[in-house]
């Protein structure tokens, strides 16, 4: 059991195990059944705002991370969903963004491993 990451647009494996999209926009040109997605989680995604802060730019990276904690702070509960899901089975995050290291996966990973393992 565990959580995994993967981008959206990689096919899907039999190991990703409960694949949850995180994104609060449905990413482009994918296909919802050639996507395979168990359950798309809009609201665990960062804010309108914060996105629009960040704006793909890698120095704001830390302050993004640190924001879209707080976020999450705000949002435990689904957090919370996420972590008890992946003690009982995989879960795999999906994202579309192009970046594999600054995504919001990747930071809500680091949230679930950090504040509810």
């Known amino acids: 059991m565990g959580i ?3 981008r959206v647009y990689e096919p899907p494996e039999g190991a990703d195990g409960y694949r949850i ?19 798309w989680m809009k609201d665990i995604a960062p804010s309108h705002e914060l996105r629009k802060w960040f704006g793909r ?3 704001k990276w830390e302050e993004f991370k640190t924001r879209y ?3 999450l702070d705000a949002r435990r509960e689904l957090a919370q969903d996420i972590a008890e ?3 009982k089975e995989q879960v795999t995050l999906l ?3 192009k970046d594999e290291q600054q995504n ?3 930071c809500l990973k680091d949230y ?3 504040k509810l393992s």
């Not at 990413?27 to 050639?34: A, E, F, H, I, N």
């Open 4 to 6: 995994r990451i993967k």
């Open 104 to 106: 919001n996966a990747v």
């Open 112 to 114: 679930i491993e950090a």
């Open 57 to 59: 730019d890698p120095k």
């Open 95 to 97: 994202y579309a963004k």
């Open 21 to 39: 999209l995180v994104d609060r926009l449905w990413p482009r040109g994918l296909k919802k059944d050639k996507a395979k997605i168990d359950l």
């Open 85 to 87: 899901r992946a003690q």
């Open 69 to 71: 904690f707080e976020e």
